[in-house]
Protein backbone atom coordinates (compact mmCIF):
# COMPACT_ATOMS: atom_id res chain seq x y z
CA UNK A 1 0.00 0.00 0.00
CA UNK A 2 1.25 3.62 -0.83
CA UNK A 3 0.47 6.78 0.58
CA UNK A 4 -1.14 9.48 -1.97
CA UNK A 5 -1.28 12.95 -0.98
CA UNK A 6 -4.41 15.17 -2.57
CA UNK A 7 -5.07 19.05 -2.04
CA UNK A 8 -8.28 20.33 -1.97
CA UNK A 9 -8.62 24.21 -2.55
CA UNK A 10 -10.60 25.18 0.67
CA UNK A 11 -9.54 22.49 3.23
CA UNK A 12 -5.93 21.67 2.32
CA UNK A 13 -4.19 18.51 2.42
CA UNK A 14 -5.51 14.82 2.36
CA UNK A 15 -4.03 11.46 2.72
CA UNK A 16 -4.87 8.69 1.01
CA UNK A 17 -3.59 4.89 1.04
CA UNK A 18 -3.86 2.57 -2.59
CA UNK A 19 -2.73 0.24 -4.06
CA UNK A 20 0.76 1.22 -6.10
CA UNK A 21 -0.59 2.23 -9.44
CA UNK A 22 -4.32 2.31 -8.75
CA UNK A 23 -4.27 5.60 -7.23
CA UNK A 24 -7.21 7.85 -8.84
CA UNK A 25 -6.79 11.64 -10.12
CA UNK A 26 -8.82 12.92 -8.04
CA UNK A 27 -10.65 12.04 -4.58
CA UNK A 28 -13.63 13.81 -2.69
CA UNK A 29 -12.73 16.58 0.35
CA UNK A 30 -13.29 14.47 3.43
CA UNK A 31 -14.35 17.74 4.96
CA UNK A 32 -16.46 19.63 2.39
CA UNK A 33 -17.24 17.00 -0.75
CA UNK A 34 -15.58 18.79 -3.25
CA UNK A 35 -12.67 17.45 -5.82
CA UNK A 36 -8.88 17.19 -3.86
CA UNK A 37 -6.47 16.76 -7.23
CA UNK A 38 -4.02 14.99 -6.90
CA UNK A 39 -0.43 16.20 -5.79
CA UNK A 40 2.67 14.42 -6.58
CA UNK A 41 5.43 14.56 -4.27
CA UNK A 42 8.60 12.79 -3.31
CA UNK A 43 8.80 9.38 -1.78
CA UNK A 44 8.86 9.25 1.95
CA UNK A 45 12.77 7.67 2.10
CA UNK A 46 13.56 9.08 5.07
CA UNK A 47 11.21 7.42 7.11
CA UNK A 48 13.25 4.37 6.21
CA UNK A 49 16.26 2.73 7.96
CA UNK A 50 19.18 4.88 8.39
CA UNK A 51 21.28 1.98 7.62
CA UNK A 52 19.52 1.38 4.68
CA UNK A 53 19.81 5.51 3.52
CA UNK A 54 23.57 5.30 3.89
CA UNK A 55 24.57 2.15 1.39
CA UNK A 56 22.04 3.60 -1.05
CA UNK A 57 23.57 7.05 -0.73
CA UNK A 58 27.09 5.00 -0.59
CA UNK A 59 26.01 3.23 -3.59
CA UNK A 60 25.12 6.22 -5.19
CA UNK A 61 27.92 7.74 -4.04
CA UNK A 62 30.81 5.84 -5.62
CA UNK A 63 28.98 5.18 -9.15
CA UNK A 64 30.64 8.30 -10.05
CA UNK A 65 33.33 9.25 -7.57
CA UNK A 66 34.57 5.62 -6.36
CA UNK A 67 36.80 5.53 -3.51
CA UNK A 68 40.51 5.49 -4.58
CA UNK A 69 43.10 3.15 -2.63
CA UNK A 70 46.84 3.29 -2.71
CA UNK A 71 47.62 -0.11 -2.22
CA UNK A 72 45.16 -3.58 -1.48
CA UNK A 73 43.81 -3.94 1.94
CA UNK A 74 46.07 -5.59 4.67
CA UNK A 75 45.50 -9.60 4.58
CA UNK A 76 46.14 -11.91 7.83
CA UNK A 77 49.42 -12.84 6.34
CA UNK A 78 51.19 -12.31 3.08
CA UNK A 79 52.02 -16.16 2.33
CA UNK A 80 49.63 -18.11 0.10
CA UNK A 81 46.42 -18.18 1.30
CA UNK A 82 44.87 -21.61 3.34
CA UNK A 83 42.10 -22.21 0.78
CA UNK A 84 44.47 -22.34 -1.81
CA UNK A 85 46.79 -24.58 0.05
CA UNK A 86 43.66 -26.96 0.58
CA UNK A 87 42.53 -27.32 -2.98
CA UNK A 88 44.76 -28.57 -5.55
CA UNK A 89 43.13 -27.37 -8.48
CA UNK A 90 43.51 -23.76 -7.21
CA UNK A 91 47.32 -24.72 -6.40
CA UNK A 92 48.16 -24.93 -10.37
CA UNK A 93 46.61 -21.13 -10.84
CA UNK A 94 49.12 -18.44 -12.08
CA UNK A 95 50.20 -16.17 -8.79
CA UNK A 96 51.18 -12.59 -9.12
Known amino acids: MAVYLYRCPDHGTTETRCAMGAAPAA ?3 PA ?3 TAA ?3 TAPR ?4 SPVRRALIERTERTSDRPD ?3 APPPGPRSGPRADVLRN ?3 SRLPRP
Do not use: I, M, Y
Not at 45 to 48: M, N, Q, T
Open 38 to 40: RVF
Open 88 to 90: PAL
Open 45 to 48: LSFG
Open 27 to 29: VEC
Open 68 to 70: VVS
Open 32 to 34: CGS
